[in-house]
DNA sequence: GTGAAAGCGCTAACAG
DNA sequence: CTGTTAGCGCTTTCAC
């Protein structure tokens, strides 16, 4: 492979101006950049990326910790994180904790090896105690995911409005007795969404009944399963509140098989505003995330810390959340 | 951050010694590998990664270019080639084309600067002639798209048994106005599809209505607008095939809001066996692709080829396809 | 078993 | 405006 050296030579000039000419630097003269621009051509000349980065202390690359690729709500995200990179000529690697601390630890990894210029993390398995050493290797931005304790930029959704909304949504349609699906209940957007949940029931004075709530529940695997059990159970709920519109799904397709009408004896709300949204029948009333804007905030965000190096310091970033009524909660509309 | 130097500075030795410890050579005394390890610790010395690859000629890194992330079919196959490299400590670069030949073209040069150590191409937005070139920077695999000008390896599936074995079931039910979708047209994998399609047809004396083929058809918001189409036509074909999952799901979408019936008036037959297909009612006829089994097996040539560095010949794994009935198209089971 | 030294390909003082 | 030179941090001959 052809080297600067390579080009150099046969443009009869030294390393440096050949690097001038790659960097668009000043102060070469129009027709010696010519000649190492022809020479570059001429040798199919392109700068090593590896020396590049040992020699600028920097790779132009940056980690996202998801998930998983396949659960849409990261899939999107990390699609609109790739796309905002790109504008800045970043790449994008992909890591995919599949739900394990330790590969969460591992790739963060990826940080200490400087074979990336930041991490951006967007869930947290491990305790912030974990996580926080790897800040002396390099800026780490939170993105959906928050943590009181971490001084580091965080851009996220406001949670608990999401789940106050969507609940107060239900009850003023009348319902009392409402189901409740959460994710991982370590993570403080679950926390805050029932907070949320929970605000909305005790501003109505209305209770809530433990039973109807739980926990670890992802895919529509997991909203069959539910709809399942809250059939058996003596005193349903009218309503249910999940934390995916996936699991949404699953409720209203186990529902229809079990003849069960949807709004009419159970009212579904989902989460996230995907396409499957629009596409089940009825159409799932959710709420919507603004990823593409939280995706666009939080790259524009690591681009500055990489810049100013000033990454140790909380700067809070929260982006609204919206209902979204559709067929799944509307008696009327039926 | 510390560096090697300093890790042999503190354990009072060469950086040679550290190296050797590092990579697990052997002829090094047990005494002094625990004073390295001890050093190494203490400092919490990592290696640096773009040194590493600079004097290595290697990042341990691949790219996948793939047209976005949020198409299920592709975000499964990052899913599950992120999973392979990971086994191999290998990362993904995960390259968005958005349907833009010029991005294909930009992603490549990742192989150019040496940023990856090889790239698999899952769809292919420009001629061979353009890509062919880049191959004498470093190993491409074809994995999914195939070409047969390509002279690399390739690991696809038998997409004309997946559209002739759909075809074929439609036929046996009893149709002989199939209406067929397709994706972009220059691509092979829509090419052997279609060709099933027609040998379906050919073996049993049907004619094919060209009027009911369709190009570029590739969201959910496409098969709606097809079902509408259709159902404007004097005379309606009474079964779809569809070239995916989603464009199926939006078909059928459509078609229960318009009163039609599925599959009484239309039977659809979708592709790729996504999560969906299991969650409209009806459940949606499909094809299965073995999209893991096709990431693992890519990943594994991959790894090859970079070892042994003889990626310019053509070697091709095919994977079969198989036919999963549901709802959609059995009129029976209703 | 261990170390000295060269060099992977590039950029940035610094000198002229 | 241009070139000389010294590394970035690592691995690997080669010599002892």
Redesign the pocket.
Known sequence: ?????D??KLA?????????V??N?????????QLVLDAMKQLG????S???S????KTEMIAVIIPRVMNPFFGQLVESLEIAASEYHYQVIVCQTLYSAKKELDYLNLLKTKQVDGVILTTLLNDWRQIEPFLDYGPIVLCNEFEERANIPTVHMNQEYGGYVATTHLIEDGHSRIAYCCGNMKSNVTKAREKGFRKAHTERGLQIDEDLVFRNVFTFEDGKKILKKLMTMESRPTAIFTGSDEVAAGVISEAKKMGIMVPEELAVVGFDNQDITELMDPMITTIHQPVKEMAHKAMNVMMDKIKHKNYKKKEVYQLPLSLVVRESTEKSAQ
């Not at 040992?54 to 202390?57: H, K, P, S």
């Open positions: 492979m052809a080297t600067i050296e080009v150099a009869g000039l030294s390393r440096t101006t050949v690097s001038r790659i960097n630097h000043p102060y070469v003269s129009e027709a010696k950049k000349y392109v700068p090593n590896s020396a590049r040992l020699r600028n202390q």
